[in-house]
């Protein structure tokens, strides 16, 4: 699993004041969280651009003067108006020491139902999980070509994924469902009036031949 490595300094002052400054040099100061003690760190804000702005669940390589650690995002502060990233608070991760985290879910494959005129519609884009460090992964794959028209794939339907994962959303939770279109809605409306037309267009040609065999 890739790991995004950020290069920051070992945070002395830890004051308002001083973190202002550092915002204001381009700084973002944070702070990893590990239970033999806090590192606090400041790193340039760019370097955070591809652990943040990324659709899938991303490690981070933090080095604190040349001192290197496993971690993953555990809370991020950014200015309600400008959305610019104020702190960044991380998680360490130690061997042995299960983590719960938020992983994305990645839909594979073309689904039966789709190919039938359906549309699949994604209702869940992350799991929240529990798990050792060794078995994070950038995504949850998750394979659709079997769902059927009306069909869902839920949380439950996960079996391979429960060897490694302790999945914590409800088993009954839909992730995908195959759905009707509105053109095969229109379709069968359609379908259903001509029957029925149909249907009285033949009543109506049996009653005309049962009256003139009664004359």
Do not use: W
Request: hydrophobic share 40%.
């Amino acid at each position: 699993m890739k790991a995004v490595k950020i290069e920051c300094q070992k945070r002395e002052n830890l004051g308002k004041a001083a973190n202002k400054k550092l915002r204001q040099q381009g700084m973002v100061p944070g702070e990893v969280y590990g239970s033999e003690g806090n590192i606090h760190f400041y790193a340039d804000e760019r370097a955070f651009k591809d652990l943040i702005y990324n659709p899938a669940f991303t490690k981070a390589e933090v080095v604190v003067d040349g001192k290197s650690y496993e971690a993953v995002i555990k809370e991020l502060q950014f200015h309600p108006v400008t959305d610019k990233l104020l702190h960044v608070d991380l998680l360490m991760l130690e061997k042995g020491k299960p983590i719960i985290v938020d992983i994305p879910i990645k839909l594979e494959g073309r689904a039966k139902g789709v190919v039938g005129g359906g549309r699949l519609i994604q209702k869940v884009r992350k799991l929240r999980v529990k798990c050792l460090p060794e078995h994070l992964r950038e995504y949850i794959k998750v394979d659709v070509t079997h769902l059927e028209l009306h069909q869902s794939y839920k949380v439950g339907d996960l079996n391979e994924e429960k060897a490694t994962l302790e999945l914590l959303n409800s088993p009954s939770i839909p992730v995908c469902t195959v759905t009707t279109t509105r053109a095969l809605r229109s379709a069968a409306t359609q379908a259903a009036k001509d029957a029925k037309k149909g249907g009285e267009a033949e009543g109506e040609e049996a009653a005309a031949e049962e009256a003139a065999a009664e004359e």
